[in-house]
């Protein structure tokens, strides 16, 4: 079938989208070289903004071109749930409360295992990228995310003298992990939750099928970052105080049921932003329990999410006959790769409106899917939500793709020997 006007734009744009993502740097060099235009430059200089700014040339393009009814039966036909979760979870996640009793929680576990005290930042920075995102599982991968990357931020990367190589180490086994951290259960995953209800695979599925092999890498990868980034590790004082989060565990608890309502109503958008208003409303009365809550930039990362589903829904056509022409062997490495280039729950949401797949096809297109999470800020629906938290602590406020990309392959080839190698040595 070829393909129509409509959809070869959608393509071109969705290229373009990408290759953007790659050269953020450039437009922030031009918005010091014209100042006139600065604010332009900065805005098509966040990654945040990409997508959602070239879904929107989509988007008007087609009014042009086809009318305005049928551009907006096209955005009424969207998905938007998952972004809009997304930055709720992101803000819940990231209020003082949740942090506080997270961050408190992982250093407990930190002085409870029995290791000599110059270990001890090793074993949190260990804890914080092993023990967080297969939590994700539970509380869902964005969440994971977020409170893995405040950590990191506020008790890693703050001090001046952890080099730019082990923040980008750092930040590519983090990415990786969350995406494979999430797939122990049915429900925590984007691309796991694209295919689970169609395929009937329930928790108990996942958790034998994908499990073991994702803690195992999840493992590999945390033990292997903390070793290449020791040295700088040394140089981070732990902060070993017993006390409990100085806010009332009255409300942390009532923190932990929005962020537990929410996870619970994930997929009803309408029960979960209710939610979330009844939290703002919380968070407001008893402001003096709140830092700033992160509004703008899950803002943004729910535009860049949203931008994607907009530009994400024209690629069917020739992403849906590449993957089903596919052996299952060649469908692992070839989600792998899409991955870093869309976002892994559109792979695995197009392969499950296939009929007649062999439980072999459906097993390689997810654990490719999540293999390549890490590779890229589009490859995860967390991965933005990471990007946003961490970019002040690197170089122009900017965690580069080249080196994001460089950094997450090591931690992507542990995810393929265990998801595909062990896979086929275990049968």
Not at 331 to 356: C, H, I, K, Q
Request: aromatic fraction near 14%; glycine fraction near 8%.
């Amino acid at each position: 079938m070829n393909p129509t006007t409509l959809q070869l734009v959608g393509l071109c744009l969705f290229v373009v989208a990408v290759l953007h993502t790659f050269s953020v740097k450039q437009f922030e060099r031009l918005a010091d070289r014209y100042p006139n235009h600065s604010g332009t430059f900065h805005f098509l200089g966040e990654v945040e903004a990409v997508f959602g700014f070239w879904a929107m040339v989509l988007v008007t393009y087609m009014f042009f071109a086809l009318g305005k009814e049928p551009a907006v039966k096209y955005l009424e036909s969207r998905n938007f749930t998952e972004p809009m979760f997304v930055f709720v979870i992101m803000v819940i996640a990231a209020s003082k409360p949740i942090v506080s009793v997270v961050s408190w929680a992982v250093r407990m576990l930190t002085i409870l295992i029995p290791v000599s005290a110059t270990l001890r930042m090793h074993l949190f920075y260990f804890l914080i990228l092993s023990f967080v995102p297969l939590t994700g599982s539970l509380i869902t991968e964005p969440a994971a995310m977020t409170l893995a990357a405040l950590m990191l931020r506020d008790f890693v990367f703050r001090d001046p003298d952890i080099s730019v190589r082990t923040k980008y180490a750092t930040v590519g086994a983090l990415f990786v992990n969350v995406s494979i951290g999430g797939v122990l259960t049915s429900f925590a995953a984007p691309p796991v939750l694209m295919v689970a209800a169609t395929w009937g695979w329930d928790t108990k599925f996942m958790f034998l099928n994908f499990g073991w092999e994702a803690t195992l890498a999840v493992c590999i990868n945390a033990a292997a970052a903390t070793f290449f980034c020791a040295k700088d590790l040394f140089k981070v004082r732990f902060n070993a105080r017993r006390a409990a989060p100085d806010i009332p565990w009255s409300a942390i608890l009532i923190s932990v049921v929005f962020l537990a309502g929410v996870v619970v109503f994930a997929h009803y958008a309408a029960v979960f932003m209710g939610i979330f208003l009844f939290f703002l409303g919380f968070a407001t009365a008893y402001e003096k329990f709140q830092d700033r809550l992160i509004l703008k930039e899950a803002l943004m990362v729910g535009f860049f999410l949203a931008g994607l589903v907009v530009l994400g829904g024209q690629q069917a056509w020739w992403l849906q006959p590449l993957l089903t022409k596919m052996s299952p062997d060649a469908v692992y490495f070839g989600a792998t790769a899409l991955t870093a280039v869309t976002d892994n729950a559109a792979l695995t949401y197009l392969a499950s409106l296939v009929p007649g797949l062999s439980d072999e096809f459906k097993y390689m297109v997810v654990a490719g899917a999540v293999t390549g999470g890490g590779l890229t800020v589009i490859a995860n629906a967390p991965n933005p939500a990471g990007y946003s938290i961490l970019k002040g602590s690197f170089p122009d406020d900017s965690i580069g793709a080249g080196g994001l990309l460089v950094a997450a392959l090591p931690p992507t080839f542990v995810a393929i020997f265990c998801f595909y190698g062990l896979h086929k040595i275990l049968g």
